[in-house]
């Protein structure tokens, strides 16, 4: 009935980056933050520390890159309690490089995202983080393409060799029926003695809340979510829904509603996220959402027929 | 797997029927027909058989009362090889007489809705249409306000007095977590030795789609959908979801998606269905909708804040 345990991660402005390169205006985020601060979650996730080498800072907004100036606008003048500020490199676009001692940033907590091919990247840029003061964890992205014995080894690696706290799930392409997701909690749980199991899940066939649930039910203990779901094509757990399941009373559902209905919705006018058919044949195809996302931006948006020949392989 | 035996039931025009008095054009009943038909579903209801009496015909549409004349229209000269035909009749809002003998209907199921203390009507009503030779199932709604034992006591008359092929859990609300729902797929499956178990559920949390998979995992054999959830308030199972877990080759998912892009998704552009969050208060709640569709429909609708102030007792 409750799980107070379960540490609960927004990534509003990261993931729904994914839709608007992240080009988010200062208002919007300062809004995510201060909400996701009032509400009493564990961690908020601003951004990318990504590569400048590998995004073009003309094309992609400031949260793509989190410059420790853009990350003190977002966050000066908010009290943030207990929370903890994230930001999220990708292994093979950003390096160790592009940090400063954590006690010289505004973030406190790198999380670490790869595909199990660059693992050693992953790992390396996670030691680095851990080096230089920062938490860190790590995010397995698109679980449902990964194989046997690679994931395994992948987790050994993880466990050995990493401080990593919690090494997550991750289902991009909104995949997973809860047989598998099941499954996956338990290999984690089998190779990761000393790290937490984190699940981060998208939403292309009206799962991700679901499946976030189902990973906590069967001890996963931390979460991902997204306020009204923003994220990559058919986005992530909505965080309202998260928090409402949870019942954790140091947790409070107001401050995110507020900021959903004043500064997410909104947002609809320019970005199509959510459930689509589109994203839903992805999801069931097992593919990265890139060609449905096309498909959305063209003439056809909703001849299914014709995408589904297109993408059905 | 792989889910064969589920008996799968479309009610796009009955349910949806909720969000706009039952006034579809025949073009769009016609449409899902067809769709239902060329798919290989095994029943399509095409609306509820209600009384006159109840329902202002001045304020409803045909597919309340589902007129013989009616249907007839809806179906001629499509080939509906073994699909069966349904109405809905709510057990408090219709009587036998609205039926015709079944061999002079173009309808071969009747499925009756109760709440549980209209169980005494219901049954009444399941008996007559089965005397008249119809099909029956029975829908038991808001089953997240039924109380124990009348719930037990309501499935036990069932299943002695009546010959329903199906006995739902229907999730009204939008409320259930699986935890209840695997009470209750239990507590059905005990008490109705000689029915099957059908699930219908309402998506207000997103996991209309989750809970029926979860219920026919664990034994449910009727499914309820709707082609892109439409539905009262937050909607339903979407059908083309569960069609693509069910994996089922006798049925084709492709011209429920054609019927989808080109008649469904054109309703949106009058009817509001799909996750809003008044529809997630109420469901967290576990409220009737009928708050949320009219603060949807005011001024404040994204004043979620208010909304949750007003409806939270």
Redesign the interface.
């Known amino acids: 009935m409750q799980h107070e345990k379960t540490t609960v991660v927004d990534c509003t402005i990261r993931d729904g980056g994914l839709m608007n390169d992240s080009h988010f205006d200062l208002e919007t985020v300062r809004a995510v933050f201060r909400a996701c601060c009032e509400s009493g979650i564990d961690v908020c996730e601003l951004g990318y520390r990504n590569s400048k080498e590998m995004f073009d800072p003309a094309k992609f907004g400031a949260w793509r890159f989190c410059a420790e100036e853009d990350l003190k606008k977002a966050t000066d003048g908010i009290d943030r309690g207990d929370m903890k500020v994230a930001m999220m490199m990708d292994a093979h676009k950003s390096t160790p490089d592009d940090l400063l001692p954590a006690n010289e940033s505004q973030a406190d907590m790198i999380r670490c995202a790869t595909y199990v091919q660059d693992i050693n990247k992953a790992i390396r840029l996670a030691k680095a983080a851990d080096e230089l003061g920062y938490e860190t964890a790590m995010n397995i992205m698109a679980i449902t393409h990964a194989h046997m014995p690679e994931l395994e080894d992948c987790l050994d690696q993880i466990e050995e060799e990493t401080n990593v706290q919690a090494v997550y799930i991750v289902d991009s392409f909104g995949n997973m ?3 598998q997701l099941h499954f996956m909690v338990a290999k984690y749980q089998m190779h990761l003695k000393t790290k937490a199991v984190g699940v981060h899940f998208h ?1 292309n ?7 976030t ?2 990973g906590i ?1 069967n001890g996963a203990t931390w979460a991902d979510g997204t306020i ?1 779901g923003l994220g990559r094509a058919a986005g992530n757990c ?1 965080l ?2 998260l928090i ?2 949870l019942k954790n009373p140091d947790i409070d559902i ?1 401050p995110i ?2 900021c ?3 500064h997410i ?1 909104p947002l609809k006018e320019n970005i199509e996220w ?2 689509h ?1 589109p994203y ?2 992805t999801g ?1 195809l097992n593919q990265h959402p890139q060609a449905a996302m096309q498909w959305m931006a063209g003439p056809d948006k ?4 014709k995408f ?1 020949a297109e993408v059905d392989e």
């Open positions: 029926y809860m047989d939403n066939q009206q799962l991700a809340f679901a499946n649930m189902e039910v009204n909505p309202e829904l409402g399941f107001l509603l507020d959903l209905g004043k919705i959510g459930y058919v839903m044949i069931i909703h001849d299914y027929v589904y």
